[in-house]
Nanobody
């Protein structure tokens, strides 16, 4: 059984930091690209970042550039999203997703596996 489990969400004040984790089981983790998405209240789901199997990173929207950093530890089967200088508009449910093979990872349908999401709430 494949699982992606996010953790690390919570409530913080603006300017604070959180580190989200996405721990995988049931897959050969280092063969999967891992992306972080978020969906804020009343908003479309948004791709934050993708980290590929070799560590290459793509797809930071301007809204998070310089504040969010994605990384992975293949030995721990875990990907991370470090979020600094959080703003109220970062409030959302954050999801990780995993995909393998030759796909357009900017598209949500490229991902075979999704986590359940973790809530991040930033108060101003």
């Amino acid at each position: 059984q494949v699982q992606l489990v996010e953790s690390g969400g919570g409530s913080v004040q603006a300017g604070g930091s959180l580190r989200l984790s996405c721990t995988a089981s049931g897959i050969i983790f280092d063969r999967y690209a891992i992306s972080w998405f978020r969906q804020g209240p009343g908003k479309e789901r948004e791709l934050i970042a993708t980290i590929f199997t070799g560590g290459k990173i793509a797809n930071y929207p301007d809204a998070v550039k310089g504040r969010f950093t994605v990384s992975r530890d293949n030995a721990a089967n875990t990907a991370y999203l470090q979020m600094n200088n959080l703003k109220a508009e970062d409030t959302a449910v954050y999801y990780c997703a995993g995909g393998s093979g030759n796909h357009n990872y900017a598209r949500a349908d490229a991902y075979r596996y999704w986590g359940q999401g973790t809530q991040v709430t930033v108060s101003s």
